[in-house]
């Protein structure tokens, strides 16, 4: 399948009203990080190249999903893309796919931009649109007590090939994390008004190491926002109902230029009802939500010569079952089996 303009022969809509528009497609579920809230320490036993999808197997269904599927919109995410050597090869097929209005899809990358220095023009020139770089600290000691890795260097550096190669607007994603970069959450949005980035807190979910979440002790949105009154005025903002960062403008100070901060509530305040998301582990299988352990197997079918039209129609029957909310809150909630490096964030 190549990338013709066709218009969508089904769309991913579940039995709730939701249609997806936006493809989340990990391409690996290595790590050169460790990050305390997403794996422990000494990682995690990593997919056999032979369960990995091909190249070939990625592009697939990346047309699939444009071509007949309706998505507009593909993220690359991980484990840590940069680490899938080819990457720019995807990036660049996926560019040349063309949605039902005749556009390549938005191609974005969440990254925690160690490489991204090296990588960031050619990212560009094969179409890459925007990125999204982790950073939870600008304090190096706090940012490899949460990473395990003393690589704050890298992150600076990817930051500003990211914005020489124009990959802009560039987004700042930031955990928060209680007794580890509270503290510095002040510090890390002064650095992102002064250099032009767009800082997103999130809170953190549980879909890492079991221990190092809890309800109780997570810090929540209302606590996020009493932390940046402290030293900044923030106002509302008006913001995309199917974009999952709730935005605040932020007043220019002495030392900063106005800008905005988003936060990403994702316990204290789903978005759940607004969710456009489909998304793709690096084994192939399609899963509805981050929560929640159901997934359709559409390696197995791309593996047992399956059509194009059926892996689109098998695609679509799965997302009918998206569920309406992922229910961290409901009693009932158990934590999925995969840790958010394997599903992919
Ligand atoms: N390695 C890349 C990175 O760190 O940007 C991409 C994959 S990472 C899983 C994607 C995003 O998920 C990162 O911004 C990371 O901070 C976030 N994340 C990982 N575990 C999380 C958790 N338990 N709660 C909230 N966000 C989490
Ligand atoms: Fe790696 Fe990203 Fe997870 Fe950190 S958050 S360990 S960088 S996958």
Redesign the pocket.
């Known amino acids: 399948m190549s990338g013709t303009v066709s218009s969508p022969v089904y769309e991913l809509r579940d039995n709730w009203g939701r249609v997806a528009r936006d493809l989340r497609v990990s391409l690996t579920d290595r790590?050169?990080?460790?990050?305390s809230?997403?794996?422990p320490p000494e990682g995690l036993d990593w997919l056999p190249t032979e369960e990995t999808l091909t190249t070939e197997e990625v592009q697939r269904l990346l047309a699939i999903a444009v071509n007949m599927l309706g998505i507009e919109k593909i993220r690359f995410t991980?484990?840590?893309p940069l680490l899938r050597k080819s990457l720019q090869e995807i990036v660049a097929f996926a560019h040349s796919l063309r949605t039902s209005v005749g556009t390549s899809p938005n191609l974005a990358l969440t990254t925690?931009a160690l490489g991204l220095d090296k990588q960031a023009q050619k990212l560009a020139e094969a179409g890459l649109n925007r990125v999204n770089i982790?950073l939870d600290s600008i304090q190096p000691k706090t940012y490899a007590h949460i990473?395990h890795r003393d690589r704050l260097k890298d992150v600076f550096q990817g930051i500003d090939a990211a914005q020489k190669a124009g990959l802009t607007p560039i987004k700042i994603n930031a955990v928060a994390l209680r007794g580890a970069n509270e503290n510095g959450l002040n510090a890390l949005l002064r650095f992102s008004l002064q250099r032009g980035l767009q800082l997103r807190i999130i809170e953190q979910m549980p879909l890492g190491p079991r221990e190092t979440w809890s309800r109780s002790n997570m810090v929540p949105e209302q606590e996020i926002l009493e932390i940046f009154s402290e030293q900044f005025t923030l106002t509302t903002a008006s913001y995309d109902p199917h974009s999952p960062a709730r935005l605040w403008n932020v007043a220019e100070g002495e030392d900063h230029p106005a800008g905005q901060v988003g936060i990403i509530a994702s316990v204290t305040r789903p978005f759940c009802t607004t969710c456009d998301r489909t998304r793709l582990t690096a084994d192939g299988q399609m899963r509805t939500c981050l929560f929640g352990n159901a997934e359709t197997d559409l390696r197995s079918l791309l593996r047992s010569g399956a059509s194009d039209e059926e892996i689109a129609r098998v695609w679509q029957e799965g997302m009918a079952l998206k569920k309406p909310g992922h229910g961290i809150d409901d009693p009932s909630f158990v934590q999925p089996e995969r840790y958010?490096?394997e599903i992919g964030?």
Request: hydrophobic share 20%; aromatic share 6%.
């Open positions: 790590c050169n990080l460790r990050c809230y997403c794996m991980g484990g840590e925690n982790s990473s958010m490096s964030g």
